[in-house]
């Protein structure tokens, strides 16, 4: 399976700001995921971040909070906009192998808003 | 009603013990199962892939009832380095959307 990473692993922000965590896989992926983990919590899927088009969103999310990228079939982008302490939460991006397979994850960003 | 149910736990078992965790779902048009291992601040790792004819991996054995909507998974001979929480997963059909569980904390001790 390809290699997944994501920067920043972990980072401490103000609130108001915004945050961009980048997602690289190093092979091409037809189809990219972005996914956040609160404290507790298990993994709720954000959106489906698409290439060529914009992003399908879940029910309670949107784009203007979390605009994403996806330039190419092997790099994401997800932006946490103008941050609130409930957006502290690890984000996690992941790919299926193929269309009918399950995914794999990257290591995730954890991201604390004070 | 959650997507996919599972029992928090922890389960807090000794070395050498068989344990067993079950999760429910409530899409009964859902096509694909899973579940997956996440340790302590990382990420989530498939463990296995679950069939309706049941399926085994060494220790674990993983069963669908797709009557009941259920799933379980059982793990034998527990070792120390099985403490994890474990996520049942949901793939409702389509376009490989996920539905995870809350996941059920698992602790081995020696």
């Known amino acids: ?114 | 009603r959650k997507e996919v149910e599972q029992d928090p736990g922890p389960f807090n078992v000794p070395e050498g013990a068989t344990v067993a965790f079950n999760c429910t779902y409530s899409n009964s048009a859902s096509q694909s199962f899973f579940w997956y291992r996440q340790d302590c601040r990382k990420e989530p790792k498939l463990l296995m892939s679950v069939y309706s004819s049941g399926n085994e991996d060494g220790r674990f054995t993983a069963q669908l009832n797709r009557a009941s909507q259920y799933i379980s998974l059982l793990i034998r001979d527990s070792k120390l380095s099985d403490s994890a929480t474990y996520l049942c997963v949901v793939m409702p059909g389509g376009y490989n959307k996920l539905i995870f569980g809350a996941g059920t904390r698992l602790a081995v001790h020696p």
Do not use: H
């Not at chain 1, 990473?5 to 401490?12: F, G, L, M, V, W």
């Not at chain 1, 404290?39 to 969103?57: D, F, R």
């Not at chain 1, 009918?100 to 994850?105: P, V």
């Open chain 1, 1 to 114: 399976s390809a290699v997944i990473s994501q920067k920043p692993s972990r980072d401490i922000c103000q609130r108001g700001t915004s945050l961009t965590i980048q997602c690289q896989v190093d092979s091409q992926v037809t189809m990219m995921f972005w996914y956040r983990q609160q404290p507790g919590q298990s993994l709720t899927l954000i959106a489906t971040a698409n290439q060529g088009s914009e992003a399908t969103y879940e029910s309670g999310f949107v784009i203007d909070k979390f605009p994403i990228s996806r330039p190419n079939l092997t790099f994401s982008t997800l932006t946490v906009s103008n941050m609130s302490p409930e957006d502290s939460s690890i984000y996690l991006c992941s790919y299926p192998r193929a269309p009918t397979e399950t995914q794999y994850f990257g290591p995730g960003t954890r991201l604390l808003v004070l």
